[in-house]
Structures are given as C-alpha cells and as structure tokens.
C-alpha cells in the first residue's frame, strides 16, 4: 500500500510560480512511474507531467517549458515546479504513483488570479 501526501498549493498572481511535493509511503517509490494530474472544475482530470523510474520525463504541450517535473528516491518525493502560471493552470493537482497498481493522492488546490 502506499499513500501520497501532496503539498505546497495556494493561491499565485498570474506570472507568479509555485512548487508541489507529493511524498510517498511504502517501498516502491524508486520503481515506480510518478505522475501529475489537474483537474479543473466542470473538466476531466487531466494528465500534466510525468516521470519514470529512470528519470524520463514527459510533459503535455500546454505546460512545455513553464513546469518542471523532478524526483527525488532518497526523500521518496516528487516535485512539480511551475513557473509562469496562468489562470487557466487554476485546478487540484493530484499525485498518482503507478507500480503495477495506481495511488493517488487527496490533491492540492492551485488557484491563479490576480
């Protein structure tokens, strides 16, 4: 079983950055595939980074070149940096650890506005 702990939402002006942790419970940390979802209100949750086991990276195109995905195995944590925010990245953002099973985190809250 693993749990996720997501932190490190708020509230940002437009332009502003912010830094997400999700720490992780159990073993599997360094084997699994850690990913970062949002989901805004009337929309389906939406992949936004991704990071494998061995540190490859994908991003979906909306948030290529301001977001930052990152892992760290010793601390059992992954990070989300997120520069040059824009109101539409206003959403929770969740966690999901996927080692043969998938985890999810309860979500943090980010809100962009001015």
């Known amino acids: 079983q693993v749990q996720l702990v997501e932190s490190g939402g708020g509230l940002v002006q437009p332009g502003g950055s912010l830094r997400l942790s999700c720490a992780a419970s159990?073993?599997?940390?360094?084997?699994?595939?850690m990913g970062w979802y949002r989901q805004a209100p009337g929309k389906e949750r939406e992949l936004v980074a991704q990071i494998t086991s061995v540190g490859r990276t994908y991003y979906v195109d909306d948030v290529k070149g301001r977001f930052t995905i990152s892992r760290d195995n010793a601390k059992s944590t992954v990070y989300l940096q997120m520069n040059s925010l824009k109101p539409e990245d206003t959403a929770a953002y969740y966690c999901?650890?996927?080692?043969?099973?998938?985890?999810w985190g309860q979500g943090t809250q980010v809100t962009v506005s001015s």
């Open positions: 159990g073993s599997i940390f360094r084997l699994a595939t």
């Open positions: 999901k650890c996927t080692y043969g099973s998938e985890y």
